[in-house]
């Protein structure tokens, strides 16, 4: 979910190299994560996760305003590792999955927060409503990935958003309404690097 980093930071690690066009990074999805956890009466906090994502994501390292990402998540795929509470969230209670079986995320601006770490806000639609999210991305890596010998970056994200701003507010203010969500992502260059 990233538009990235500094001239100065980014060409460090690339020593030297220039890109004249933002560059396509695939997300290795069998090292991502996408995860949500809300409080529960005050008593437990309930964790759950989307099994199911597709992304695009394209990288400027000189002109991070030229980076961009788009998001779309397959809603049917949440898993909060109980089935009952599973299917009464995918209910029009909750998520209504069957009328809105996806959620997206587009990018539309980037803010440099500290060394490895960004702001990231785009536009959220979750059950047909559209609001602005902005997420604070940290840069864990950057570099040539040593198995697949391509260039990586690994990034960690998250935000907390209110669900009952997406038409979700059964049982507020005693199930929690801020719903803190993390990704975590390796993501390579789409052809290798030399």
Do not use: C
Not at 154 to 168: E, H, L, Q, W, Y
């Amino acid at each position: 979910m990233i538009r990235l980093a500094t001239s100065a930071f980014a060409l460090s690690l690339l020593a030297g190299t220039a890109f004249a066009e933002p560059v396509a990074f695939d997300f290795d999805k069998s090292h991502s994560n996408l995860s949500f956890t809300y409080n529960h009466l005050g008593y437990s906090t309930t964790d759950g996760r989307f099994g199911d994502w597709d992304g695009t994501l394209k990288i400027d390292k000189e002109t991070p305003a030229n980076s961009s990402v788009e998001f779309t998540i397959q809603i049917g795929s949440l898993d909060t590792f109980w089935a009952d509470r599973d299917i009464h969230l995918k209910s029009p209670d909750f998520f209504d999955a069957a009328k809105f079986p996806e959620a997206t995320f587009k990018s539309t601006k980037v803010a440099q927060t500290g060394e490895k770490q960004l702001e990231v806000t785009g536009d959220l639609t979750l059950k047909g409503i559209t609001k602005p999210v902005t997420l604070t991305v940290d840069v864990t890596a950057m570099g040539e990935h040593p198995m697949a010998k391509k260039e990586a970056v690994g990034f960690a994200v998250s935000t907390v958003i209110k669900r009952s701003d997406f038409g979700m507010d059964m049982f507020v203010p005693y199930v929690g309404d801020d719903v803190t969500i993390t990704f975590h992502t390796e993501t390579l260059t789409t052809t290798a690097t030399n």
